[in-house]
Structure formats: structure tokens, C-alpha cells
């Protein structure tokens, strides 16, 4: 099983970013997709989800100026993010679960910084 999250990097606040998590070794199309974060001394906190027919829930606190998608052709799922604030800097984890099966991409640094 791999998750392979890319698209993190340093951003203006105001400014917007596309992460990308690629998936393979399951059957992604069955699966619950989610972002994660965890800033520094914070917990991992649940950012966006989306369930295998396209349903979706947001934390309060992106709700708006986040996005999140999936291609289950091709096993990526997506977050686009807008309006950063430098409240949104963490690494980013790619999760996905189904049942008791619960995978965690590496992570991927994202930077709102002026």
C-alpha cells in the first residue's frame, strides 16, 4: 500500500495550493479519502473527507476555501486550497480507511508565510 502526497510548498497568505495524494496497493474506489494536518505541538486534526461517492465534510475552520476531490479512474484524491492564512501551516497527511484497514501517506509541508 502506497500514498504519495505532493503539491506542498511555501505560499503568501492569500494565496492558494493543490495537493495531490496518489494511491495504490488497495481498492481505492471503496475507500474513504481524507486530508489531515498536524502543526507543530498540535494534534493531527481531520481537515476534509470524501467518501466514495463523492460525499464530503470540512473542518469549520477550511470550510469554503477548501476543496477536496477524487478521481477513482485514477486513484488520486485531491485538496485545492484558497485563501491560505498562515493558521493553515502543518504537514499534510493523505488517509484512507475502510473498515479497519487505515493507510497514512508520509505527509507534505505546507508553508503560509508572508
Known amino acids: 500500500v502506497q500514498l504519495v502526497e505532493s503539491g506542498g510548498g511555501l505560499v503568501q497568505p492569500g494565496g492558494s495550493l493543490r495537493l495531490s495524494c496518489a494511491a495504490s496497493?488497495?481498492?481505492?474506489?471503496?475507500?474513504?479519502m481524507s486530508w489531515y494536518r498536524q502543526a507543530p505541538g498540535n494534534q493531527r486534526e481531520l481537515v476534509a473527507a470524501i467518501r466514495p461517492f463523492g460525499s464530503t465534510n470540512y473542518a469549520d475552520s477550511v470550510k469554503g476555501r477548501f476543496t477536496i476531490s477524487r478521481d477513482n479512474a485514477k486513484n488520486t484524491v485531491a485538496l485545492q486550497m484558497n485563501r491560505l492564512e498562515p493558521e493553515d501551516t502543518a504537514v499534510y497527511y493523505c488517509?484512507?480507511?475502510?473498515?479497519?484497514?487505515?493507510?497514512w501517506g508520509q505527509g507534505t509541508q505546507v508553508t503560509v508565510s508572508s
Open positions: 496497493g488497495f481498492t481505492f474506489r471503496t475507500y474513504v
Open positions: 488517509n484512507a480507511l475502510f473498515g479497519t484497514n487505515n493507510y
